[in-house]
């Protein structure tokens, strides 16, 4: 089976320009994380959506920071416009909440780099 | 608050030693998760296991194991016979279900260097 699946892989882009991440979740999978990783500050939770629809969104650093999940299959994060201390690796992961607290499974990530 | 501190932030073993990184947690939760998650030079996070709080006994699996002490809020593991292929960081994280949904916090890593 597939797991989850990040694209780009690496993204190179300068100041002020517009960054799109995508994830595709395991199939069948109902909750769906988008974490950020930085030497300073580890592993953060930005956002978190549970059937297609955020549950928290306080991790989000700031309104240039937004993220959807338009179908049970695709969600993006989007950083418009970007700095360079957007630089870092975001991950998507995604489980099955069945009402417990169920594994996370991690995709590969995306390494931004903001110049 | 939920609270992970894993205060080894690196190790440095020959490879066939043991070794154990530590992971103390914090919660006022009576059901509560806590995980580990290794992360190698490559860079993505593989899950290696899941333990709820109700669940005290020792897990092995391998090489690996598991203490999980509910009086010491501890979970800490331990690699038996270390490998070149064990060098990565190790994160450990908690979730508490019913009073922060399904959201993990991660402990700061330790990062385990195994030397041939």
């Known amino acids: 089976d597939a797991g989850v699946i990040q694209s780009p892989r690496h993204e190179v882009t300068e100041m002020g320009q517009e960054v799109t991440l995508r994830c595709k979740p395991i199939?069948?999978?109902?909750?769906l994380f988008w974490y950020r990783q930085t030497m300073m500050r580890g592993l953060e939770l930005l956002i978190y959506?549970?059937?297609?629809?955020?549950?928290?969104d306080s991790g989000m650093p700031e309104d240039r920071f937004s993220a959807k999940m338009p179908n049970a299959s695709f969600s993006t994060l989007k950083i418009q416009p970007s700095e360079p201390r957007d630089s870092a690796v975001y991950f998507c992961?995604?489980?099955?909440?069945?009402?417990?607290?169920?594994?996370?499974?991690f995709g590969p990530g995306t390494r931004l780099l903001v110049l | 608050a939920q609270k992970v501190t894993q205060a080894q932030t690196e190790i440095s073993v020959v490879e066939k030693e043991d070794v154990t990184l530590d992971c103390v947690y914090e919660?006022?939760?009576?059901?509560?998760?806590l995980f580990w998650y290794k992360q190698p030079p490559s860079g993505e996070l593989v899950f290696l296991i899941r333990?709820?709080?109700?669940?005290?006994q020792n897990e092995i699996s391998g090489r690996y194991s598991w203490n999980f002490q509910k009086s010491t809020s501890s979970f800490n593991f331990t690699i038996t016979a270390s490998q070149v292929v064990d060098s990565a960081v190790y994160f450990c994280?908690?979730?508490?279900?019913?009073?922060?949904?399904?959201?993990?916090?991660f402990g700061g890593g330790t990062r385990l260097m195994v030397k041939p």
């Open positions: 994280a908690l979730s508490e279900p019913y009073n922060a949904g399904n959201m993990l916090t």
């Open positions: 199939s069948g999978h109902n909750s």
């Open positions: 992961a995604s489980s099955l909440a069945t009402g417990g607290s169920e594994t996370q499974y």
């Open positions: 959506f549970n059937n297609n629809v955020p549950i928290d």
């Open positions: 333990r709820n709080s109700f669940d005290e």
């Open positions: 919660t006022r939760d009576t059901t509560y998760y």
